[in-house]
């Protein structure tokens, strides 16, 4: 009920000759019935209710998406059309002689436009430039506005504008397929982004070659239908449809893919991470076939590692050219309390750009000791910086500068109080260390007054009509809140974020695990709890240098 009611409100909000009102409405409407919903619990269903419930809830999902999309897409075109009549206004000031009224009215055209996504670019010939990468970027205030408002990361929301162009102006099977519930959003996506290199005419072909000619909205699920294939198999059809349409692209699309081949890693559970190489196939397949050729051999000597343990040492020893993978000589930050570096607390520790890992694990990075397969005394050289944090919130005690730029060991103390990029759901890495009020308007280069940013976030703050404000500094041990600042964008929409702890916080009154020794240093005082920051080097000497 709730998906074919909230759709048909949609689908006539659309009709009504795009009535903000119906849309209104239409919104209202389905805030009440996901109210309703987010009240069911089933425990008046049988088991054969429950699954048609949930069958019926993940075809309303496919819907809200599809409205999603639509709405988005008239976001998106009302943009264009507002961007469209400041590049007109340009024009006229550039005709009339004023200088100043066409650079206000061509940025505030590029602000509105919305940014390409790579996969829009087809038969690109070369990478793009760093002006190019920028320019791109400076039109990212539109996708970063779907991306607040669909709690994702401004990339992602470049990704889903894109997206709801497409399935509005050109897959408009693969739009009906989704409203219906026949497809969820996720394959949407996959018919998207198989499709994105193409012309728009071969584009909207494939998709009635593919998805209309298989569709049935009337049985979701009909065998042969396009409902009931799996990911792998939408992919294949979609791509292989493309590919007989378009064979000089596809030959293109190989040729500007190999251009693109790179490294990259991300963490994943455990202390660990992965580090992962897109490279032509034929390159891939050998790296594949070396390791595991070295691993056969290293267990056909006796090696008791597993294939797997010796493919990975050998690639690493490869790589680094270091006689044992454990030897690494790299750089690795770690944040601890003092009772787990010296008292043997469980307290969770913290490495930057990667997250929470076991003390003991960080104590044992600290201090390794020799093993039967791995013989000798590998030490590290260790630099202390001691950090305090509020007891309550975590947060850090700051500095101040008078600098413009944030000096090294301020910038320093922001990446590390916030981690990632402080825009709501961004997550990437911090590329800036940006003041929140900008330092043209009076703003002080101050630990109360800056956060983390990525380079893209960077630039959106800048565009006309976003502001950010400091709701609160964080700072001292009497302030109930850690840093907070507020995003307002050109909608007027508003989006607080607060900086993480620095490490998790023990519950009020909890007692370190019992049986653990007094740390070895000086008591930790009542109203802050101190961290230590390791830098450690796989190095021969260890030396200490302790910052309060």
């Known amino acids: 009920m709730f998906e074919h009611a909230t759709t048909a409100d949609v689908r006539r909000a659309d009709l009504l000759g795009e009535s903000v009102h119906a849309s209104a409405v239409a919104a209202s409407t389905l805030l009440r019935e996901v109210s309703g919903i987010a009240g069911i619990d089933g425990n008046d269903l049988d088991d054969a209710d429950l699954i048609s419930a949930i069958d019926r809830l993940e075809r309303a999902k496919a819907a809200c998406a599809a409205a999603q999309a639509r709405l988005t897409a008239h976001f998106v075109e009302s943009q264009a059309r507002a961007a469209t009549r400041l590049r007109a206004e340009a024009q006229a000031c550039s005709d009339a002689g004023d200088f100043d009224g066409w650079v206000a009215a061509r940025d505030g055209a590029r602000d509105l436009e919305l940014e390409p996504v ?42 889903l504008a894109n997206a709801s162009l497409a399935l509005v102006q050109h897959l408009h099977h693969t739009l009906d397929a989704l409203a219906a519930g026949v497809l969820n959003e996720r394959r949407a996506e996959i018919v998207v982004r198989c499709t994105s290199h193409l012309d728009p005419e071969l584009r909207t072909q494939v998709d009635s070659e593919v998805v209309g000619a298989h569709l049935d909205l009337t049985d979701p699920t009909a065998p042969g239908g396009v409902g009931s294939w799996g990911d792998r198999e939408l992919e294949r059809r979609v791509r292989a449809c493309a590919d007989r349409l378009d064979a000089a692209a596809a030959v293109e699309r190989c040729r500007v893919a190999e251009r693109e081949r790179r490294v ?26 070396a390791l595991t050729r070295a691993a056969l051999s290293g267990k056909a000597a006796g090696d008791d590692r597993g294939k797997g343990q010796l493919m990975a040492d050998t690639l690493v020893e490869l790589v680094t050219g270091q006689a044992v993978a454990d030897d690494v000589p790299v750089e690795v930050q770690v944040v601890i309390t003092d009772r787990g570096l010296l008292a043997g607390d469980d307290m969770p520790a913290h490495v930057p750009g990667y997250g929470p890992v076991p003390a003991r694990w960080a104590r044992e990075l600290l201090a390794p000791g020799p093993s039967e397969d791995r013989p000798g005394d590998v030490r590290a050289n260790v630099w202390v910086r001691r950090l305090f944090t509020h007891p309550t919130t975590g947060s850090l005690v700051a500095m101040d ?142 030396e200490v240098e302790l910052i309060g």
């Open 118 to 159: 790579a996969a829009e670019t087809p038969g690109r010939h070369r990478r793009p430039s760093r002006s190019d990468r920028r320019m791109t970027l400076s039109r990212a205030g539109v996708s970063a506005q779907v991306g607040l408002a669909r709690r994702e990361s401004p990339s992602r929301g470049a990704r």
């Open 264 to 289: 990259t890693i991300r963490p994943v559970p455990d202390a660990m991470a992965v580090v992962s190489a897109l490279l032509p196939v034929a390159q891939a397949v050998a790296v594949h076939t």
């Open 401 to 542: 500068s008078t600098r413009r730029l944030f000096p090294t060991a301020l910038r320093r103390f922001v990446v590390a109080r916030d981690g990632t990029c402080r825009t709501p759901w961004c997550d990437a890495a911090v590329a800036h260390a940006d003041h929140v009020q900008p330092h043209a308007e009076g703003g002080p280069t101050s630990a109360a007054n800056g956060q983390g940013l990525c380079v893209r976030c960077n630039l959106v703050k800048e565009e006309p009509g976003w502001t950010s404000e400091v709701l609160h500094d964080g700072l001292g041990l009497t302030s109930a809140h850690p840093h907070t600042v507020r995003t307002t964008t050109p909608t007027g929409h508003r989006y607080a974020s607060s900086a993480p702890p620095l490490l998790p916080t023990r519950p009020p009154g909890s007692p370190p695990r019992a049986g653990r020794r007094a740390p070895a240093v000086s008591a930790v005082s009542a109203v802050s709890a101190e961290v230590i920051q390791l830098e450690l080097y796989r190095r021969t000497d260890v």
